[in-house]
């Protein structure tokens, strides 16, 4: 049905606790989520930017600097927060995913806002794989935003209320401007998701929005599942593989000596049994999520944090 593929409905905003966008370089946040930041404004909602890398590849580090500066001004925000790691050299690394969760801890966010995995640049796609290893450390929730490609969303949100700001907003970032024209580019994208909403509904933007327990049983389809899958147990992840491929085998085998009748009542058990061994996954996830939340607000774990960041610098040097 249609309706599994598109999201017809468009929200207001995104209810939250506390938001945290994060930007690969100082105008994604308002090129991807200007709207949303702008909606969190509005319903008295905390926004924290963080602005990861100094974008002085294709610019003057100090001048986008202070063009983020001014466009969190007209969105109402607060100053953002600027990392400088070097443009075009972000890595999806322990040093930044533990700043990222240190940072969700400490603002008690509960909606992480990060460039989606199907990005073309290199800094939006080691965003985007950071982000989800830092949501799945802390078990909030990720928005994933688009600025160059655009994503397969599950929630669109109407800011044909905060249209113009947001153009106010991205207008700021001149230098990039004369560069290429990318307000008349995002403002195009935001008017062309509302091909499936109300005629009233002129700007929308599109995001993937995932739990933590979401996010695990996405991970299969999204690009980036190589990145995050470096660090598990190889022997563990071969053994799940062998397993599937076995099981697949063994379906295919019985599925030969059936008739039709029986094969559709086989298929509807199968999918009976798989939506059962997903509520159940999900359930264990949330619970794995929030025993691993208590863990890292605990007193234990923060007096632990240099042990473990001494433990991960002598095992990167080996």
């Known amino acids: 049905m249609e309706t599994d593929f598109i999201p017809y409905q468009a929200v207001a905003h995104l209810p939250a606790r506390h938001a945290l966008v994060l930007a690969p370089h100082p105008d994604d946040e308002v090129f991807g989520c200007g709207g949303a930041i702008l909606a969190h404004v509005q319903h008295g909602i905390p926004v924290s930017v963080i602005i990861l890398t100094d974008g002085g590849l294709y610019g003057d580090a100090a001048v986008r600097m202070a063009e983020s500066r001014s466009a ?12 400088a790691y070097p443009d075009r050299g972000l890595r999806h690394d322990q040093d ?12 008690g966010a509960d909606l992480v806002y990060a460039p989606s995995p199907w990005e073309v640049h290199p800094d939006h796609r080691q965003t985007a794989s950071a982000a989800a290893q830092a949501v799945l450390d802390t078990g909030v929730r990720i928005a994933y935003y688009e600025v160059g490609s655009p994503l397969r969303p599950n929630l669109l949100l109407d800011i044909t209320a905060h249209a113009a700001a947001k ?14 024209d990318y307000a008349r580019h995002i403002a195009a994208l935001n008017q062309y998701r509302t ?32 990145v995050l899958t470096r660090s598990m147990d190889r022997q563990h992840l071969q053994e799940t593989l062998d397993s599937v491929a076995g099981q697949t085998l063994q379906l295919m085998q019985k599925m030969r000596s059936l008739n ?34 208590k863990i890292k607000a605990s007193r234990s774990w923060r007096v632990t944090a240099p042990l473990r960041w001494l433990s991960a610098r002598i095992q990167s040097k080996d």
């Not at 153009?167 to 290429?180: D, L, T």
């Open 167 to 180: 153009m106010q907003a991205m207008r700021c970032f001149a230098s990039q401007m004369e560069q290429q």
């Open 96 to 107: 930044l995913v533990g700043r990222l969760v240190q940072k969700i801890v400490a603002t």
């Open 72 to 83: 969190a001004t007209l969105l109402g925000c607060g100053e953002p927060e600027f990392w």
């Open 195 to 226: 091909y499936t909403l109300p005629r009233e509904v002129t700007a929308a933007e599109a995001y993937l929005l995932l739990s933590a327990a979401d996010l695990i049983a996405t991970l299969p389809s999204l690009p980036l599942m190589s």
């Open 260 to 293: 039709d009748v029986e094969l559709h009542q086989l298929m509807r058990q199968q999918l009976a049994d798989k939506e059962q061994q997903r509520a159940q996954a999900v359930l264990e996830s949330e619970r794995l999520m929030s025993d691993i939340v």
